[in-house]
């Protein structure tokens, strides 16, 4: 593995350095007091100006889709729509939007719809990708992924309950999902909806997946679910209840009984996207650390001199590093190999980053003193978002598990 990025990431990451400079992290007081403008105005969940705008500077400078893979087949014009990096490429740019964490969305780079982007473009058909691809590529719409439930633990997605039923040329969808980031943007105009469609076939072939205009009959948004008191609006994470909702039957993927497949193809890249993000929210939190440090006096000396505190910024880089480290190894399998022959380190780093994440922003709170809680600094938002990605795209226990199976694997002959 070559740890040298190449010649075509190193002018974007400038490129990108620049305009995070220039334009994202001058905008971050906008952006809040943007959203509490809305609150107040009952418009909670209303786009925001500040992005918007963002996003047509980001185009124009060629800071668009930069997460699309090269590996799409050409029917939706990838090459209009972004530069086709390979993962080891995204990465140190994806750890560099990670630093703020609604920057993503400028570059249309953001979760859940890169994910579903990619789905739709590697297992729909081309009318599919024709109607729902090209307007998420364009930035015209936004999209959610409906998998997980209340009911079950989904955790195990075997658990999901929820019912795709054939009836002559339609499908009809019945189950409640929740936790469905995206959802609550007046944007959403797809699903990708989850569901059994045979719960009498073997394990793995009952699910299938299916798409779902936002617009239809008998999709009911319940409420927006907060994390740690946040919302997250406009994006949302929702709770909603498919009721007899009526597809045709050309919207399932791929054909019925192929979920889990689709599954694995998409949560790969969405996982390590996460994590490449959540290395620059960790270098964003040490930063911030460091200069708080150095600029508060306890006990006659400042925070900075204290060994507790060196102690912790040491810890805190090793961490960061074989982070960072780890991911880009699981990239670069992803690139050469493919996300199954990586599976293994996608676990791997999926487990370790958000984990990491939380260990470096508790640490940085903690220097922080009571400020460190509050809204007067991103940290507690931070520690939130980092938080929750230990439980998205599978919990730890579940990654923890794949990879001592695997590793149990190799010595089962023996």
Known sequence: ????????????????????????YPAEA???AEIEANTKAGKR?????????LKVKAR???LWNLFLPPSADGSVREAEYGPGLSNQEYAPLAEIMGRVMWSSEVFNCSAPDTGNMETIIRYGTAE??????EPLLDGKIRSAFAMTEPAVASSDATNIEARIERQGDEYVINGRKWWISGAGDPRCAIYIFMGKTDPTAPR???QSMILVPADTKGITVIRPLPVFGYDDAPHGHCEILFENVRVPVSNVLLGEGRGFEIAQGRLGPG????????????ERALELMCKRASSRVAFGRTVAEQGVTRERIAEARCRIEQARLLTLKSAWMMDVAGNKTAKAEIAMIKVVAPSMACQVIDWAMQVHGGGGMSDDFPLAYFYAMARTLRYADGPDEVHRNAIAKLELGRYAAA
Do not use: N, V
């Open 1 to 24: 593995m070559d740890f040298a990025y190449s010649p075509r990431t190193q002018e974007l990451q400038a490129k990108l350095l620049r305009f995070m400079d220039d334009y994202i």
């Open 30 to 32: 906008r952006y809040t």
């Open 45 to 53: 969940w209303t786009p925001l100006e500040t992005i918007e705008e």
């Open 60 to 62: 124009a400078q060629g």
């Open 128 to 133: 599919h990708k024709k109607r729902w691809a």
């Open 204 to 206: 793995h072939s009952q």
């Open 271 to 282: 996982r390590i996207h996460h994590c490449m993000r959540l290395i620059g929210l960790a």
